[in-house]
């Protein structure tokens, strides 16, 4: 029953999957069917041919007397035994150009399709990759997302193109085996029989083994992923700390043990066309012998045998391909499982084109804001309450834990409150308002995200090159207080920063940070943390840069040293969730312990 049930979910999902073809791409698959389709009855045609020829060479005289074929030798106009056999080889030549012709424009259509539909399905799981609300990052490991894209959607091919195969590789045996049956039809079907059981019951026992060795690969692959973003995002941590036969490791046992799931699936799935091979000579054999004592004619035996000879070179590669497919089809089964899952995650519409911005004109409110991650998770925030007034510069500090980092989150709108409201001039962020919010407000992190580009694609991000105002990222990065730095530089704006930014300092990296957040043209700007990582020479440049914009647009710093938070309008201490106290610096400093005690 397990099994029954287990072919019923593939082919159910082989059925989903189809459904999630765009119209376009199945009116392609129909008329790649019935391509595959010619190809199979091109199969009969060439045994077809095979027949006559090979008759024509062991005795073109008794076939051109033979009353069966008389109509045709006589509207083809053949009357002497060498024409006779010229044509026959004409005929067969032309049917089997035609066949193999067929079969390599399947293939070749068969593969390109299968990869135009797989990076259909790979953009798709990307897009709603992309397209999930924040919280769903939240709870997913960046491998995980990762390896969905890369190593499911290289089964899914396998898959896309394991299916076709199947087809196309079914329509052929049973194509052959209508055309021998044609020629000796106990033989055709008893061979036919024999073979098909033999596969039947070898994918029957392989199949719970081909399922496992799926499961492996699937999830090594994906420890694999994880080593190396781990290993490679953290070399400096990894050479420092001497740590990288852990790594090494680590690695090895998941590539060890996703390759020999690989290599037990490639066997399973081999290993018949050996056994079969073996068993279809020996039957062509056996059968030779009892012809021979059946003392039957040697001229009409030879043709017989050679075009089951030649059946069996077609259908034996055939049913081959037909396993081999039903192989790896089971053992890409949970990949396959994982990207139907995937594209049918429900997408938040995020894009902000056409989404006119929302500037901050008076104030800002969290209206006894309650939050936690998920049911059961303790509350991060608790009947949070406070106001921040358009263009000015206000702080948020606190103890690890506080709430100061979701604070940020529920301004920006990657979260939303579980209970009560956070509110832009007096109107809830919701829906439209919240697509519009997000295209005022910026965000310039702790450690900020440079990519192996130039100054100017990393300053003007997600920006298409051919599309980058180098006027707007040149004011920008005068606000930044990186011009100068910028343009000392040979290649300027055009200089390519490296990946990472490896090229540049702490402080540079966060100016361009700060540069990204101003192209954007932002009414409201966030900095989490924004200079904690940086010694206090360059945490000084970053925040002259930061006060060089107060009174132009409203600034919001999350902070962990209070010596950023000195010349802010406002200090607002969280506590558990909680204000604890808030006002100016000093007044905190006046009114609040445990504020005196992160001063000292």
């Known amino acids: 029953m397990a099994e029954k049930s287990q072919t019923g979910n593939l082919w159910q999902e082989l059925c989903q999957l189809y459904r999630l073809l765009s119209p376009g791409r199945r009116r392609q698959l129909h008329w790649l069917l019935m391509l595959m389709l010619a190809t199979a009855a091109s199969e009969i045609l060439s045994l077809g041919v095979a027949l006559p020829f090979l008759s024509a060479l062991s005795d073109a005289n008794e076939l051109l007397t033979r009353p069966g074929w008389q109509p045709l030798w006589q509207h083809m106009g053949v009357t002497d035994p060498r024409h006779l056999v010229v044509v026959s080889a004409l005929a067969f030549g032309l049917g089997m150009l035609v066949c193999n012709g067929l079969r390599l424009l399947s293939i070749r259509i068969h593969y390109l399709y299968s990869a135009v539909v797989t990076t259909d399905v790979s953009c798709e799981v990307y897009r709603r990759t992309l397209y999930q609300p924040y919280s769903f990052h939240l709870r997913h490991s960046s491998s995980d997302l990762i390896a969905a894209l890369t190593t499911d959607i290289a089964c899914f091919n396998g898959i896309v193109s394991s299916v076709l195969s199947l087809v196309v590789s079914t329509a052929i045996a049973v194509a052959v085996t209508i055309a021998v049956i044609t020629v000796n039809p106990g033989v055709a079907l008893g061979t036919a029989a024999m073979l098909g059981i033999f596969y039947a019951l070898l994918l029957r026992y392989s199949r719970d083994a081909l399922a496992r060795n799926g499961q492996i690969q699937s999830t090594e692959s994906r420890r694999m992923i994880r080593s190396l973003q781990e290993g490679i995002g953290s070399i400096r941590d990894v050479i420092l700390d001497g740590s990288q036969d852990f790594f090494e490791r680590s690695y090895r046992q998941a590539d060890r043990a996703n390759r020999i799931a690989t290599a037990r699936n490639t066997f399973i799935a081999l290993s018949p066309k050996f056994l079969t091979e073996t068993v279809a000579m020996v039957a062509i054999a056996v059968l030779t012998v009892v012809m021979v004592y059946r003392e ?299 504020f005196r005690t992160m001063a000292d």
């Open 296 to 594: 039957e004619d040697l001229n009409q035996m030879l043709p017989m045998i050679g075009v089951l000879a030649l059946a069996a070179n077609r259908l034996l590669p055939a049913l081959q391909s037909c396993f081999g497919s039903l192989a790896n089809i089971r053992g890409f089964q949970a990949s396959l499982q994982r990207i139907l899952q995937a594209l049918q995650r429900p997408m938040v519409p995020f894009s902000l084109a056409g989404t006119s911005p929302l500037p901050l004109r008076a104030d800002l409110r969290f209206e006894r804001v309650w939050f936690r991650y998920g049911e059961g998770h303790p509350w991060v925030l608790q009947d949070l309450s406070f106001k921040i007034k358009a263009k000015t510069t206000v702080a948020f500090v606190g103890s690890t834990g506080s709430g100061k980092s979701t604070t940020a989150d529920l301004l920006l709108g990657l979260l939303q409150p579980d209970r009560g409201e956070v509110l832009v001039d007096g109107e809830p962020l919701q829906g439209e308002r919240l697509r519009s919010w997000q295209r005022t407000i910026a965000h310039v992190p702790q450690h900020i995200f440079l990519s192996d580009a130039t100054v100017a694609e990393n300053i003007a991000f997600g920006v298409p090159p051919e599309a980058i105002d180098l006027e707007r990222v040149r004011r920008a990065a005068q606000l930044a207080q990186i011009a100068d730095f910028i343009e000392s530089r040979r290649d300027g704006y055009y200089s390519v920063v490296g990946e990472r930014g490896i090229s540049l300092s702490g402080g540079q990296r966060q100016r361009i940070g700060i540069a990204r957040a101003l192209y954007k043209q932002a009414s409201v700007m966030i900095l989490d943390e924004a200079t904690s990582a940086l010694d206090n020479a360059t945490e000084r440049e970053v925040m002259a840069a930061i006060e060089g914009l107060s009174g132009e647009l409203t600034i919001i710093l999350i902070a962990h040293r209070l010596t950023t938070v000195e010349r802010c309008d406002q200090v607002i201490e969280l506590h558990q969730g909680q204000v604890a106290a808030q006002g100016s610096y000093g007044e905190l400093l006046s009114q609040s312990a445990s």
